[in-house]
């Protein structure tokens, strides 16, 4: 065999290949120091590959037991924890109960205060733009005044008697 069979040596590695094909290329790395050596050189990178993958594979089972012993305290303290927790919601929901409450009421009030302003600026601009209107207000306010006078000072005499 002329040609190097570089692509098939990290198959031959890994045990990949059919026996004809294993076959040549054993009968290439016998007479072959350059695909021997990368053989080795492969061989060795796999070797290293495998070792660093073992070494990530540590700490990630180092997290996951940590992670399962956080998880056991959690599950200890949760009968402890859960009336703290339980108590927070109740507040934060009363919270923001009030607080919505508080808002809406608010508007409520904000609305009415509105409503009550903007009927009485139509009803004194309505009263105003009506002359007729306004003088009879007026007398009307008045003998209203006279009557609530009247009627005032003959309170006060009866309780005075
Ligand atoms: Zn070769």
Redesign the pocket.
Known sequence: MDK???EQLSAYLDDELNPDERRKVED?LAT?A??QALLEELAYTKQDLAQTFSRIEAPMDFEARVMQTIGDDKARSYAGKGRIVALLLGLLTIGLFYLMTVEVVGKLMHGWFKLMITLIYAASHFILSVPALTGGTIVLSLIILVTSVVSLRRLLQASAN
């Open positions: 190097h069979p570089e290439h072959c350059s695909c």
